[in-house]
């Protein structure tokens, strides 16, 4: 099981990072994908997920209308697009493929990539 997280980096508040989560095909293959944050000292909290198929999203009301999910299945590979970033945002980020084409539950969870917004 394969799942690597990236795109991670250090911004400015109010800027913009793309995150990308790649795995192998045959954890990608017909599996929804979520993306999870956890900052220091806070537990791990579900950021957003995107059906296998691409049609069904689902966000966190933190970042509703600032992070799209979108996902390139020819490439095995999951988008996070972070607009509007806030101090907030900054967490470790992971992505998690579930059991099936909906979201559900993470099943495996890959390494994570270091999201850090300044003020």
């Known amino acids: 099981v394969q799942l690597q997280a990236s795109g991670g980096g250090l911004v400015q508040a109010g800027g913009s990072l793309r995150l990308s989560c790649t795995a192998s095909?045959?954890?990608?293959?017909?599996?929804?994908v979520g993306w999870f944050r956890q900052a220091p000292g806070k537990e791990r909290e579900f950021v957003s997920a995107v059906s296998w198929s691409g049609d069904n999203v689902s966000y966190a009301d933190s970042v509703k209308g600032r992070f799209t999910i979108s996902r390139d299945n020819s490439k095995n590979t999951v988008y996070l697009q972070m607009n509007s970033l806030k101090y907030e945002d900054t967490a470790v980020y992971f992505c998690a493929a579930a059991y099936g084409a909906m979201w559900n539950r993470p099943r495996y969870w890959g390494q994570g990539t270091q999201v850090t917004v300044s003020s």
């Open positions: 095909k045959r954890t990608f293959s017909n599996n929804a």
